[in-house]
């Protein structure tokens, strides 16, 4: 008999203020160690909170795009727990009150096809400090900068049947808020977080216990994580095992999952309203106007890549995969280039140097000046990949570098003339042959042309030359 798994995320984004959530300290990565923090963020007895607009803006953006019901009042609650890096003794979260819920979110399950993941809930809330165990031995030191750090928690539905699920809907999530200017979501910088929930059960029976997997640091890493788990759960069942509710840690290096503690419940925290922080009360009007001034969201732009522009459906989802990328190549086209070939360099070319060094080294005007110039013959698409790898390093025209690299196609026709009448001249003998019937040989003809010309004949417009010499 099979086991179907279960599986819920609760996904911390930083929405991407400059200062933190209820402080003006900025929110910087990276900084040296306790170098951005203040008697707020620090806890200091007597200091009081206020909210970081823009991020409260963020966070309903974020609803919006997640297609959640942003409730014009929500509350602030603090989450009572002790831990080296909560100086306060508490997180400023909302409980009870939060700022949005029900929402969907349409995925591509590699199992299933399409199908919807829902939304729980959306709310705000502060970060924690940070525990460095590494930086002194023997010591276990504290970093406050992130304390006090905007977050958005967004909890879906325990609708995912399988870890490839898991990843399509973290794919699809980060695009979303990538799009709508919610968050950078990077996990590498701190900026998305996952905690997975998941649990087994036979088709049809009530919901299995949930563990819960943290650490880690990547959407393959969560796939994994969530993998080693399921089997973890499945062979405790098989064995006539409970599973127990704890919170796990993943082990990039081993692949494996730990269990690090028992998992706490809601009423372990002691929740209640910030008595420092009024309601959060947002006028219906301005949320329209949130709403109303949402950016292109990813599924309006693939259409939009297929029907008006005319790309490929893989095109599409390739070019849209990082909102830079697409940005990038809607430059190029807005340039003058036609949507096909800017596709084609921008998946080829300029992608493969974004993977390298996540930037864009050569500026979307000069590329679609140097697809200008394949098009109009100057240079042979071949030369025009030399000229591109050059521009890499040069802020010079891709004339001026075609120039320089000696790449410009000639397709004067005294110069191509005179190379054409050298080759036949050097050529008797299939000379005599082509006009006895061996018409292939005009292959080998435009090779010599080519040659003679060290590769600058433009070779769509020597052949007619060739095909006239030879007949007459
Ligand atoms: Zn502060």
Sequence with gaps: MTWETVIGLEVHVQPATRTKMFCGCATVYGAPPNTHVCPVCLGLPGALPSPNAEAVRLGVVGAIALGCEVHATSVFARKNYFYPDLPKGYQISQFDKPLATGGAVQIESPERGPITVSITRLHLEEDAGKSLHDRIPGFTAVDLNRAGTPLAEIVSGHDMRSPGEARAYLTTLRQLLVYAGVSECSMEKGSLRVDANLSVRRPGEPLGTKTEVKNMNSFANVERALEAE????????????????????????????????????????????????????????????????????????????????????????????????????????????????????????????????????????????????????????????????????????????????????????????????????ANPDEVARFRGGETKLIGFFVGQVMKRSAGKADPKAIQPLLVERLKS
Excluded: C
Excluded at 242 to 262: D, H, I, Y
Excluded at 311 to 334: H, N, R, T
Excluded at 373 to 378: A, E, N, R, S
């Design 230 to 425: 399921r089997i973890r759960q499945i062979a405790l069942r098989e064995s006539g095992q409970e599973v127990r509710q704890v919170t796990l840690t993943f082990n990039a290096a081993t692949g494996a999952v730990k269990p690090l503690r028992t998992k706490e419940d809601s009423h372990d925290y002691r929740y209640f309203p910030d008595p420092d922080l009024p309601p959060l009360v947002l006028a219906p009007s301005w949320i329209d106007a949130q709403r109303a001034a949402l950016p292109e969201l990813p599924a309006a732009r693939r259409v939009r890549y297929e029907t008006t522009l005319g790309l490929a459906e893989y095109d599409a989802k390739v070019l849209m995969q990082e909102p830079a990328i697409a940005g990038y190549f809607e430059s190029v086209v807005a340039a003058g280039v036609s949507p096909k070939p800017a596709a084609n360099w921008v998946m080829g070319e300029v992608l493969a140097g974004w993977n390298e060094s996540g930037m864009f080294a050569v500026e979307p005007v000069r590329l679609a000046a140097l697809i200008a110039m394949v098009d109009g013959g100057q240079v042979s698409l071949q030369a025009a990949k030399q000229v591109f790898a050059e521009l890499l390093s040069s802020g010079d025209e891709p004339r001026i570098v075609a120039d320089r690299l000696g790449v410009m196609q000639v397709r004067d026709t005294v110069a191509l003339t005179s190379w054409v009448d050298q080759v036949l001249a």
